[in-house]
């Protein structure tokens, strides 16, 4: 008998009625759910709220686990609902708000010369352990006469908001290479991102120099070598 109040109990602290509901529409639309993927269209008002004190209610078990005494420790009275806050609200805050608001306007000039953004700073979380990764990226484009543009600091925006989740590096600059090549339709378009991961730095190996590296090249950055060669020069001249 004891042993199904206590089952009961266990079941209650586990409990995460709004996340359930949540992932019920989800899959009731056959909408991929992934770390690094967006959800906002799937949120109702006043869940996000109610999802971060269940995250807070887990995260508080986490701490059980590792045998902490929160009850007394005063530093870690209140780090469950600070993390619950910081991962909801901050650090994977990509995953739960809308886009940013970003005006396309036409390309009026009809500029077809390479335009560089960068170095754009880049703070994610890897989602292997989720340990911060931290870095830069630089975006290349070559415009046509067709083609949006769009402001300089909305750039920025759409990096943060698709770096606010938890990435794995070259899958994250694939999603930010899409999300510019549908708003802007240029000729080519160009990413570079250099990145250092705190999962090698504080974890595993412990190496405190390694940095990744990698790129995606659309249209002409990628039929043309010379556009490619004059990106990758002028962005490291330009440095961080």
């Known amino acids: ?44 008002d006043g869940e996000l709220d109610k999802l971060q004190a269940e995250v807070a209610a887990q995260m508080s078990g986490v701490l059980q686990a590792l045998v902490i005494d929160t009850e007394h420790d005063h530093n870690t009275q209140d780090t469950a609902r600070r993390v619950a806050k910081m991962f909801i609200r901050e650090v994977f805050s990509g995953r739960y708000e809308a886009a940013p608001p970003v005006t396309e306007f036409p390309n009026v000039s009809r500029l077809n010369e390479l335009m560089i ?11 292997h352990h989720l340990c911060p990764i931290m870095g830069q990226i630089w975006v290349g484009v070559m415009p046509n006469e067709n083609s949006n543009l769009i402001g300089l600091s909305k750039y920025a925006r759409l990096v943060q908001w698709i770096m606010s989740r938890p990435q794995i590096q070259e899958e994250a600059i694939e999603q930010l290479a899409t999300l510019l090549q549908d708003k802007m339709q240029p000729d080519g378009l160009a990413i570079v ?9 504080w974890r595993g190996v412990k190496d405190m120099d390694s940095k990744m590296v990698n790129s995606v090249m659309r249209g002409s950055f990628l039929k043309d070598p010379n556009l490619r060669r ?3 020069a002028l962005m490291s001249n330009r440095g961080g």
Do not use: W
């Open 1 to 44: 008998m004891g042993d199904n109040k206590d089952d009961e109990v266990i079941r209650a602290a586990l409990a995460t009625p709004v996340a359930d509901k949540i992932r019920a529409r989800l899959e009731a639309a056959g909408q991929r759910y992934f770390a690094n993927d967006n959800i906002e269209a799937f949120l109702e």
């Open 117 to 127: 953004v960068g170095p754009i700073t880049v703070r994610s979380a890897c989602s």
């Open 193 to 201: 991102m250099e990145a250092d991961h705190f999962c090698m730095h």
């Open 230 to 232: 004059e990106f990758l």
